[in-house]
């Protein structure tokens, strides 16, 4: 009872507070931070799913009414939180270490992009192109069926190889996928190279939601749809062979488990989520390039689903919005405030900040956040902040 | 097509490629040698490389800054800078293994190779945060040293410049010094025996721990001396561009067969000549439709196929997989 009270309270006044003090970052993530309390906190299910959904469904899209910026960290979390379940299904459930995961990701974006934009009617002539904005819909689709298809091509070389020879195997194939995109401006030009494909279309958008708002609730549809087919073949025959393949291939292959059909399985599902990210991602941004799809990008990805814990659903969201939190706001933040303290001309120690060095960007150091991540998790908690029940149980033994 | 032309590069490329394949034999050592003994893979180890190049041009701007870059002999001045870079590498090497590695060892095989990805992120954020703060600038310069950019015309097309002779020469007396240290010294038969079997090394009293420290600093130390050597041969580094060759490397142990050291030169000097003759025709032979771009397609593709179709590499050590 008490806890219900506090949750509520908590949602309602962080929610108050962020609509006053729309600037401040420490607010936002007391915002988050309260959505997890209710998610984690003893309490009856209908009122966590009933604030759940009000602080989603409702309050964001209020918050991001007086800052527009919030909505698009929001919509960013949406995005990472479905790459992060598509990769925990490869990574978490089927043990498969998939480093080239972002490759997936530019497969979807890159459908639309191209088809999506004027730029087909370089591949293909006359003046088709761009298709109309409602084909988007059928294009989050296609994204997934193409990523889908990818992901299978992908998985067929590489069944043979287990562990550590695999994840450089998917590494090699990220890399592959990336210098395709940054080159394939030749002999027949598809993707533009490096100075990427601009305009994308975008959708209408029903009863004429302003476009903030419209990928923010799109994103968040996905999101749940993602959840639900993650939960659902969790505790499936198809989640439950996965798990055996992780933990032992031979004694999988002896009970019967389809190794060829299982990995390339757990390689098309996770891929085709980022493949229907992908497309709203191209349309979002109006313009993509290769650098949106990096090796870094995959770390990142990976990083998320680490920290959550591998394998658990609650975990990969939990670690995907931290990330994305603390690379679009915290250091971001830290870079912003530092720089006015150094216009301010503050000293610390007898140091003036205004010595510092330009080429000093806390926001730039993403990498590090990634890295130091990694190897904690790794070193103190590998099993992840929200491990999976079933690993849990594991560890405890 | 110009076949004069296609013919009257060839000497050039193909020296190209023994420069470019000796460096990348230097940097698989430490894969191929970590991978012997833990059979890991040390993710970490082309951030180790790209450190020796960091070190060594701080050695080279340090003697610049007191006027010594041109008045100490230029061999002095290069032996100086590699020593150094090596043995930074090879201690930092050290460092990341006790730090990240130890505490990992006998958990399962993905959880040390997550870790060190995530060194290898971590070290290229910390060499450029040090280098920013230090000198405000995280893109170096490898200052010029005139002799090392005097070129012998032996022919019209053919030049050989005196960075290339001294990659080359370095390279060779590396390989030499491990070749003796693993096989002529006790220590060598040290690392050879905890290679073969952890277990029963330790039981004839080898200190199993030592040698695998001693492992990683003597790979690292190579990479370190690659990493000067890239720097004197390609003259810019950022603390991101060593990833690109550390890869490459790998697939250069990987192709030579990983674990096995004269495997990891044969590899690198396969993938060398390989991607510098990919560089050098695949625009010409098809026309500018397909550019230098492409090796690096090329060298991942490599890459795959030997893990798909022969996993035990060229010289054939065998690959035990523990999945």
């Known amino acids: ?397 | 097509m110009d076949v004069d032309l296609l013919i009257g590069i060839f000497p050039q490329v193909l020296l190209d490629g023994i420069t470019l394949g000796f460096m990348y034999a230097l940097i698989a050592l430490g894969y191929t040698m970590v991978y012997g003994v833990l059979e890991f893979i040390n993710f970490a180890h082309s951030e180790i490389f790209i450190f020796g190049a960091f070190v060594g041009v701080e050695v080279l701007l340090g003697l610049k800054s007191i006027g010594l870059l041109d008045g100490l002999p230029w061999p002095l001045v290069l032996i100086l800078a590699l020593v150094v870079g090596m043995g930074a590498s090879g201690l930092l090497a050290v460092t990341v293994e006790r730090i990240a590695y130890r505490p990992l060892r006998g958990a399962p095989r993905l959880i040390p190779l997550i870790s060190a990805i995530g060194i290898s992120f971590f070290l290229q954020d910390l060499i450029r945060l040090v280098e920013s703060l230090w000198r405000n600038a995280f893109n170096l310069v490898y200052p010029t040293m005139d002799v090392l950019n005097l070129r012998f015309e032996l022919s019209e097309t053919i030049d050989v410049s005196v960075k290339s002779l001294v990659v080359i020469g370095g390279a060779l007396l590396m390989l030499w010094a491990l070749h003796l240290i693993v096989n002529r010294t006790k220590v060598g038969t040290a690392i050879r025996a905890v290679a073969e079997d952890q277990a029963a090394a330790s039981l004839m009293g080898i200190d199993v721990n030592r040698i695998i420290s001693l492992t990683f600093l003597i790979g690292g130390a190579m990479g370190g001396a690659a990493g000067v050597l890239f720097g004197v041969q390609y003259g810019l580094i950022n603390p991101y561009s060593g990833f690109i060759p550390g890869l490459k490397a790998f697939t250069a142990a990987v192709l030579g067969g990983i674990g096995n050291i004269p495997g990891a030169m044969l590899g690198g000097l396969v993938l060398g000549l390989l991607e510098a003759f990919a560089a050098a025709y695949l625009s010409l032979l098809t026309g500018g439709a397909f550019g230098a771009e492409y090796k690096d397609i090329l060298a991942f593709s490599m890459l795959i196929l030997i893990l798909i179709f022969r996993p035990k590499g060229l010289l054939g050590e065998v690959v035990r997989e523990r999945a």
């Open chain 1, 1 to 397: 009872m008490i806890r219900s009270l506090i949750a509520v309270a908590l949602v309602g006044l962080s929610a108050l507070a962020v609509a006053t003090f729309p600037r401040s970052v420490l607010v936002f993530l007391l915002f988050q931070g309260s959505l997890l309390y209710v998610f984690k906190a003893r309490m009856p299910d209908p009122l966590r799913w009933g604030l759940l959904a009000t602080s989603l469904l409702v309050l964001m899209p209020t918050i991001g009414y007086f800052n527009s910026y919030y909505l698009e960290v929001a919509t960013q979390v949406g995005i990472f939180v479905a790459l992060a379940l598509g990769l925990n299904i490869v990574v978490g459930l089927a043990g498969l270490l998939d480093l080239g995961y972002v490759a997936f990701f530019a497969v979807g974006a890159y459908s639309w992009a191209i088809l999506g934009s004027p730029h087909a009617n370089v591949i293909f002539g006359g003046e088709t192109f761009p298709l109309a904005g409602w084909w988007f819909y059928v294009f989050l689709f296609v994204g997934l069926g193409t990523a889908a298809i990818t992901g299978i091509l992908l998985g067929l070389p590489v069944l043979r190889l287990h562990g550590d020879y695999l994840a450089i195997v998917t590494l090699g194939f990220g890399e592959v996928i990336r210098v395709l995109a940054n080159n394939l401006d030749k002999p027949i030009n598809f993707t533009n190279g490096p100075k990427g494909i601009t305009p994308i279309s975008r959708p209408p958008t029903p009863f004429g939601i302003p476009y903030g708002e419209f990928f923010y609730f799109l994103a968040l549809l996905i999101v749940v749809a993602v959840i639900v087919v993650n939960r659902r073949l969790e505790d499936s025959h198809i989640g439950r062979a996965w798990e055996a393949i992780r933990e032992d291939e031979l004694a999988a292959r002896a009970m019967g488990v389809s190794l060829v059909r299982m990995k390339l399985m757990a390689f098309a599902c996770g891929a085709s989520f980022a493949g229907v990210m992908g497309v709203l991602f191209s349309a979002k941004q109006v313009f993509i390039n290769p650098e949106s799809f990096t090796f870094l990008e995959s770390i990142g990805v990976l990083a998320m689903v680490i920290l959550g814990g591998m394998g658990s659903i609650p975990g990969a969201i939990v670690g995907a919005t931290v990330v994305t939190v603390l690379n679009l706001q915290v250091l971001k933040g830290f870079s912003l405030w530092l720089n006015e303290l150094k216009n301010a001309g503050v000293t610390v120690l007898g140091y003036s900040l205004a010595d510092l060095p330009t080429q000093f960007e806390p926001a730039k150091y993403e990498r590090m956040v990634f890295g130091i991540i990694l190897v904690l998790m790794m070193i103190f908690r590998p099993q992840g902040i929200f491990p999976a029940r079933r690993r849990q149980r594991e560890l405890a033994k």
